[in-house]
């Protein structure tokens, strides 16, 4: 039907009509976007059973990707993309009068996630269905996403992400697959016929209810499942009468309380936020998950020491750490295990990746918290607990010091890394640095106990949403330069290379960059009402707000830049536009300082008629998944600026790369791979490397103020925060920022790099007026950005640690 234009046109109105009771004239851009989304919907119905069917015929291993985290952003696309219908279903439409790019914008973003975790897990969801993996997805469907971020007076103001209110045409919901989660209740302990059996009672109910997201493969029929797990009430009101007085305000109680579990998303991606909200959102995405694995598992009919043979559990980040106590109760409870063999399955069946090194977002659980929550959970945690620190002491009697470094629980706290890595069989960082961090620093001592656990999987991105569907027209470019087999094998991107020098080639990358930057300009004089120059170098910082990743270095050097603008007004330059995009978490001030000073900075640039023509900072509301593609693909700079040693890999550097920015960056995180394959003449590099970083953390010896009192354009940029000079609105407004550089001394040494960064800066502006020679360096760029596919990525989990290979439908 997708694949004839006439049939589909005729099906379509034939849906307007029956569903709607709508002619195509009459029809808005939403029901358009309804109509079509249900029917492709019902299309993949067929091949999702099939693939299902595959499965459990072939049995398969499977693969179950646990997280608190899906940012998949909009599927309308994506969706016609992979099944290969994306021309047809345009042209179509078309000749009935719509655009497709106007339908795909009704779509709301499904925003179930906060930044590179959530993203990352989305782009894995598509590669694994496109290599043909029998990998799914496990999560929760929060009523509200991430929230909306309103700029109002250059402050960012949170609004809830209603993103479910017109409904969502990609789930189903399967009430006939609930599942009953437990919470709160007392253990009782009792012998029978010389086994020890664990039953909690007076616990309270609630229910999971999956509902199900295909998640369609590039090409090839295949279709696995996202299941997201939302919260109902397990009481029945009939039941409340014979309950007595304050029944129905218990009732209430309850069902609000139930309620919570799935309704909103913590608007934190990094910070400690030790909420029993939380840490039950957490048990509810496992308890729900892993009894609806084993129900799969048991349909095998296999003993429970096949369990690793048949089934990987991937937790992402510690978030779903509770996934291996609760393993381990459902297989001594509930299967009738003994200890070894149920830790000897566990250990065999989950594997960790850990997203961060910074401590401060190294989850920890007040035991009590834990619990009164968990009784039963966390009984088993102390039981590994105690055997882990056993385990030490008896290899060292004297590493009592060491044994409570390592221990899993510790000054009344649950440690989740701890759990992860000692109740998992790999553990793997995120980019080779990073992995290399944890190895050596972060998790020395577990590294040195358990060794082979541990191992590296640099990051991915996928080249179907960020390349083929972000930028349509350099996909054709390239296509029709080097074939269509990069679209399976994206290392053939490589095959660019050879066009590095060719002058007509490099008209064409720049024309194609040239139209996205209009398209952008033209979406930010409509919301903004800002025009922008197109042929500014547009230099882009898009990702969460955080300290370590230097919006503010940025912002600092922009300031800088306009008062050099000012003081040589005659100076020729290269015009630029900066842009950023940021959500930074509610209760972050310093971060939402930083936005408020970029939108200050921004008013007074944009409206100063001096350094019109040159200078522009536009500060774009609401970063999500869907403006990134609008953003992205016009890009000639990628900000990727983090301070040493802190971004664990980063994702967003690899989409600018594949669109054809150049980096200016620091060696951290996937950077560095990023610059071993592109050399220094594809890439600015500047700053302190993560060595030097560690050892002024060590050693001291870095004093914010004395480059404050030394580099005058510093003490300029710096002293214009606090008085109410070209920039500021009253001399409080920035004190904190001001504060934290010089009173607590720079943690992410911003003054430190300054200097190295603004010199890059201009050593760049200097390339960019040698189009030929941008240009050149932009398609090295494109070429060896296949590197990092997340289909790379995938294969490598695939072999190295889930122990998958394709499934022939
Ligand atoms: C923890 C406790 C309480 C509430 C929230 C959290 C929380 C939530 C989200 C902690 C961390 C996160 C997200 C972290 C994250 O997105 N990390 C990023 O992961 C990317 C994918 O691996 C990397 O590329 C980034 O470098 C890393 O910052």
């Not at 799969?296 to 990987?312: H, N, S």
């Not at 978030?319 to 106590?325: A, C, E, F, G, Y």
């Not at 800066?761 to 070429?783: C, F, P, T």
Request: glycine residues 8%; negative net charge; aromatic residues 10%.
């Amino acid at each position: 039907m997708f694949n004839n234009k006439e049939l589909f046109k005729t099906s379509f109105q034939e849906q307007l009509v029956s569903r709607l009771g709508k002619s195509i004239e009459e029809a808005t851009a939403g029901d358009i976007y309804k109509i079509l989304g249900s029917l492709i919907r019902e299309y993949v119905g067929r091949d999702w059973a099939e693939t299902n069917r595959a499965y459990k015929v072939q049995q398969e291993k499977q693969v179950y990707y646990f997280s608190m985290e899906f940012l998949i952003g909009r599927l309308l696309g994506n969706n016609l993309l992979n099944l290969g219908m994306l021309e047809t279903v345009r042209e179509g439409l078309e000749e009935l009068g719509w655009n497709l790019e106007e339908v795909e914008e009704q779509e709301p973003d499904a925003g179930l996630g906060n930044g590179g975790l959530g993203r990352l897990a989305a782009c894995f969801m598509d590669s694994l269905a496109s290599l043909q993996y029998a990998g799914h997805g496990c999560g929760i469907r929060y009523k509200y996403g991430l929230f909306e971020q309103k700029i109002i007076d250059g402050h960012q103001v949170e609004l809830p992400d209603d993103w479910l209110q017109k409904g969502n045409v990609w789930e189903e919901r399967r009430a006939d697959k609930k599942i009953e989660v437990r919470f709160w209740g007392h253990v009782k302990v009792w012998e029978e016929n010389g086994r020890t059996v664990f039953d909690t009672v007076d616990y309270e109910r609630v229910w999971a209810v999956p509902y199900d997201v295909p998640v369609i493969g590039y090409g090839a029929g295949h279709v696995n499942t996202l299941r997201l797990w939302s919260a109902e009430s397990a009481m029945d009101p009939a039941k409340m009468r014979v309950e007595g007085q304050n029944s129905y305000y218990k009732f209430l109680d309850y069902n609000r309380s139930v309620e919570s579990i799935s309704e909103f998303l913590y608007p934190d991606d990094s910070g400690y936020e030790g909420k029993l909200l939380r840490l039950k959102q957490q048990y509810f995405l496992c308890s729900a998950g892993l009894i609806s694995v084993l129900r799969t598992f048991d349909k095998l009919k296999l003993p429970y020491g096949k369990l690793p043979e048949k089934v990987a559990i991937h937790i992402n980040d510690t978030h779903p750490t509770l996934v291996i106590p609760e393993l381990m109760r459902l297989l001594i409870d509930e299967k009738g295990c003994g200890w070894d063999e149920a830790w000897d399955i566990t250990t065999r069946t989950v594997s960790y990746t850990n997203h961060t090194l910074l401590s401060e977002a190294l989850e920890k659980w007040p035991v009590g918290m834990v619990r009164e929550l968990l009784p039963r959970v966390y009984m088993i945690i102390e039981e590994i607990n105690k055997r882990f620190c056993g385990m030490l002491l008896k290899g060292d009697p004297h590493s009592q010091d060491l044994v409570s470094r390592m221990a899993v629980i510790e000054s009344g706290q649950v440690k989740m890394a701890h759990l992860a890595i000692v109740g998992s069989y790999s553990v793997n960082g995120v980019a080779g640095l990073h992995t290399e961090l944890l190895k050596n620093d972060v998790m020395k001592p577990f590294y040195e106990l358990y060794p082979e656990r541990f191992n590296n999987k640099t990051n991915g991105i996928t080249h179907r949403r960020w390349l083929m569907h972000a930028n349509p027209e350099l996909s054709r470019l390239i296509s029709e330069s080097i074939g269509t087999r990069w679209i399976s094998h994206p290392h053939q991107l490589l095959r660019l290379e050879r066009f590095k020098d060719d002058a007509s080639f490099r008209e064409r990358v720049m024309d194609i960059k040239r139209g996205n930057k209009l398209r952008l300009a033209s979406y930010i004089k409509q919301k903004q009402g800002i025009a922008v120059d197109p042929d500014s170098i547009f230099d882009v910082q898009v990702k969460r707000l955080h300290g370590y990743k230097r919006q503010l270095m940025n912002i600092l050097h922009v300031m800088f830049l306009y008062n050099e603008i000012k003081d040589h007004p005659s100076a020729e330059r290269v015009p630029r536009t900066f842009i950023f995009g940021a959500k930074a978490a509610p209760g972050y001030y310093l971060a939402k300082s930083i936005i408020k000073l970029i939108n200050v900075v921004a008013d007074a640039v944009n409206k100063d008629a001096q350094v019109n023509g040159k200078l522009k900072v536009l500060f774009l509301e609401n970063y999500s998944v869907s403006l990134a593609e609008k953003i992205i693909p016009a890009a000639n700079v990628s900000e990727q600026i983090s301070t040493a040693g802190k971004e664990a890999s980063g994702t967003g550097n690899m989409k600018f790369m594949m669109n054809g920015a150049l980096t200016i960056g620091t060696l951290d995180g996937a950077n560095v791979e990023m610059h071993d394959m592109l050399g220094d003449d594809n890439m600015f590099l500047f700053g302190l490397r993560s060595e030097e970083v560690l050892d002024y953390y060590r050693y001291g010896g870095y004093l914010a103020r004395d480059v404050y009192r030394q580099d005058s354009r510093i003490k300029r940029v710096m002293d214009q925060l606090v008085s109410s000079g070209s920039f500021c609105c009253h001399e409080q407004e920035f004190g904190l920022i001001y504060q934290s550089i010089l009173d607590h001394n720079d943690e992410f040494f911003v003054l430190r790099d300054f200097a190295a960064y603004a010199k890059t800066h201009a050593a760049m502006e200097r390339v960019y007026l040698d189009q030929g020679a941008w240009a050149s360096k932009s398609i090295v760029n494109i070429a060896h950005a296949g590197h990092f596919s997340s289909d790379c990525t995938i294969n490598r989990y695939a072999s190295d640690i889930w122990g998958i290979r394709p499934v022939t439908l």
